[in-house]
């Protein structure tokens, strides 16, 4: 089964930039989509950014403009730019993906915690 690896999560001040990546131990091409959730303590898990097979993405409406998706079919990655961080953005961020033809987010990474100081 395909595995999801995210590193990139850390400490950060309010205003600062991380970069997260997910690899995945097969080829990109076998999931339809690949997305980034994440979940701060307390709430339920939100979608923060998807990226279509075709190469659509959509975004949570807090981070847009401030978050980019993008993959890198090569590497066989999908990285998560995060761009004017603010505290709010605090939480466990996982990697996702939809493998085949499923329509719900079926595989999982493990979380990275990314964590911004005010």
């Known amino acids: 089964q395909v595995q999801l690896v995210e590193s990139g999560g850390g400490l950060v001040q309010a205003g600062g930039s991380l970069r997260l990546s997910c690899a995945t131990s097969g080829s990109i091409f076998s999931f339809n989509a690949l997305a980034w959730y994440r979940q701060a303590p307390g709430k339920q898990r939100e979608l923060v950014a998807a990226l279509l097979r075709g190469g659509n993405t959509n975004y949570l409406d807090v981070v847009k403009g401030r978050f980019t998706i993008s993959r890198d079919n090569a590497k066989n990655t999908v990285d998560l730019q995060m761009n004017s961080l603010k505290p709010e953005d605090t939480a466990v961020y996982y990697c996702?993906?939809?493998?085949?033809?499923?329509?719900?987010?079926?595989?999982w990474g493990q979380g990275t915690q990314v964590t911004v100081s005010s």
């Open positions: 996702a993906g939809r493998s085949g033809i499923r329509r719900d987010y079926d595989i």
